[in-house]
């Protein structure tokens, strides 16, 4: 039984070394997506466990600054684990041994994708920037518009309930 084990826990070790790729970031997309080049080829890919605004959506461009901020110009190892309906890689990123998802969030520049993730550090993150109102949360949570909802309201839609602070 012990060598059954160690030979599992061996081979998850292998799987794990081979799914990670040292990347480099070619161009950032907006707060959850862009191009990287491992290999000989490039892969759009999509952070998994998070959801940055859109955009065209309210703090959307602050998102995708500080995403820019954090990959482009680094080292950043990628975590491939599948591709999405689009064709994405989804991914988990770390720039400097820090996961680029924690920092995302925890500093109200995206939302944990709770209805793909259930980790419970995502989730004090996300509630530690609510609670010290960082990017996003600024003016409370009642006045955010997560972006699963805001792409599927229309223009009309849009202007009620994803205005931000005003």
């Known amino acids: 039984m012990k060598k059954v084990i160690f030979f599992l826990a061996a081979l998850f070790s292998i799987s794990l070394a081979i799914a990670q790729h040292s990347a480099?970031?070619?161009?950032?997309?907006?707060?959850?997506t862009f191009i990287a080049k491992w290999g000989n080829k490039n892969y759009t890919c999509r952070l998994e466990n998070v959801d940055a605004p859109e955009l065209t959506q309210n703090f959307g461009t602050e998102s995708y600054r500080a995403l820019n901020n954090l990959i482009m110009g680094h080292k950043i190892m990628i975590s491939n684990?599948?591709?999405d309906l689009y064709g994405r890689r989804l991914v988990s990123v770390t720039v400097d041994t820090?996961?680029?998802d924690s920092?995302?969030?925890r500093n109200g520049f995206a939302w944990l994708y709770i209805n793909y993730?259930?980790?419970a550090l995502l989730k004090?993150?996300?509630q530690d920037a609510i609670n010290s109102k960082s990017g996003l949360w600024d003016c409370g949570k009642e006045h955010v518009c997560p972006p699963w909802l805001y792409r599927h309201y229309n223009y009309k839609s849009k202007l009620k309930y994803c205005t931000g602070c005003k």
Do not use: A, S, Y
């Open 103 to 105: 920092l995302l969030i």
């Open 81 to 83: 684990h599948k591709v």
């Open 124 to 126: 004090q993150c996300m």
């Open 24 to 32: 480099h970031v070619i161009r950032v997309i907006d707060g959850d």
């Open 117 to 119: 993730c259930n980790e």
């Open 98 to 100: 820090k996961r680029v």
